[in-house]
């Protein structure tokens, strides 16, 4: 069952960001009338998407009060849920001056990592009139479009949440296909977490130390990195990309924080000085101890899950491994741009890979078009390992790269496998022989005042004549640029070329860019 939130007010406090940003998204989606509050000003991507979304943004100085909030029209009263996605220490700012001001029958939550501090606050603060919930999504903002599968939390204080109130969150995860764990005591939910959390997060904190204090390159690790090592490494990157880094600081500084970390040491240490001093016997009796610990299911179950972590990162590169000398084609992973690179592999690493990019018009043709240098390809040979561009080439394209300064020539791009996945190319030429029999790309950049002016123009004067497609649309420094693919509408073909001339004319004069026009 979906939940209806259709008209519902919410107000996200925190909602620029991370876990805030992404559930004013989401829920936004689902028709609730949304707006965000936040005393950091996000950056202008994310602000873009809130603009385009309709989602109000109020944004206020450190030192805000509920007179501040007055000032900038967020009144309490007029919220149907407060959803608290601020860090701990701000909930004794935060929440005395939000929740005394709500309407009866309305919903204060928060998401924080912890409970018991929060709903302290929340209760000590919220009229009985209000209902009061704890949750905490066990995922990163990253997850929270597809939590399908994770786990949320949800800590109901006894007799201080209504069963409508209750219903509605519980639903709403269900509905996104997150499993729900229903618990009474804040307690015991920090001590869990503190587990799950402040021992993980420690362990991959401590990997990272260790290798710095062993002075290891982590270009150099790779070259000897099995799927175990690979797997830490990755999860400990992940860890140490996330902004902001104080969320893992207020993570383990959490009460249990201590403990947890005491009995990890004192375990190592143990099983460290068991290993110095034991033979190979002794050795192999502890380790399966301890896989009798874990039992058989879980450990089937841990074989089954980390080989399907593991098998496409070896696909991945061994695709890559052989790509040097090829046309690759990458598809961006996240952000706001989804558009597919095409390009030439000029260098492949273990972080990133560079590509001479090429325009779509040049993949079609199976011809370079630059001055510095000529090529050309052979479209049927894409897909195999025929090296489709002469290793010279490459080399001349390497010897441009290094004698410009690095980054100014925008041909030339690093390609993160973090960022970008590695694309078949023959699903593409199947795409591309049945979507560009008479069709136009065209590029523009516009200010915001004037894009929806020019998309009425354009569909006004293609009504009935051709079908008009938005395939990318993103924010660049001088505007929003987007990207229109424009196909006939039950054209002969012995028009399509005048059709292609008089879109193309129609286009230039709208201040638009032709990519590709075919024929």
Known sequence: MDIDFKDKEILIMGGCGGMGFEFAKLLKAKQAAVTVFDMNKPEDKKLTVLKEKEIPVSICNPDYDSNSLKELNIHPSKYDIIILAVPIEAFDKVVPIIAPFMKENSLLIDIASVKKQPLDIMLKHAPETISVLGSHPLFGPGIVSHMKGWNVILVRPEGRCTDSCYITIKTFFESEGAFITELKDSEIHDRMVGITQVLTHFIYLSMAETLSSLDIKLTEAHDYATPPFEMLMAFTGRLLNYNPLKLYATIQSQPIGPDIRRAYLQSASRLAEFFDFSHTGKITERISELSAYLGENYRNWAQS??????????????????????IRAFKRRNGNGNGIVYGIVLEIDKDSTLVYKITEKEFMDGK??????SASWDMNFLEGDHKIIDESHVRNLLIIYDSIEKGKKKRFVSLTYKNYELLKIQPLLDDFQNKLNGTVIAQGVFHDNNIAEHIRKLLNLLKNVADVEITDKYPVSEGIKITYRIKTIGIAKDSLTLFSQNIVTLLKGLNFNIVYSLP
């Open 305 to 326: 899950i980390s080989n399907r972590i593991i098998k496409p990162i070896g696909e991945f590169k061994g695709d890559l491994g052989i790509s040097k000398g090829k």
């Open 368 to 373: 370079l078009q630059d001055n510095n240098i």
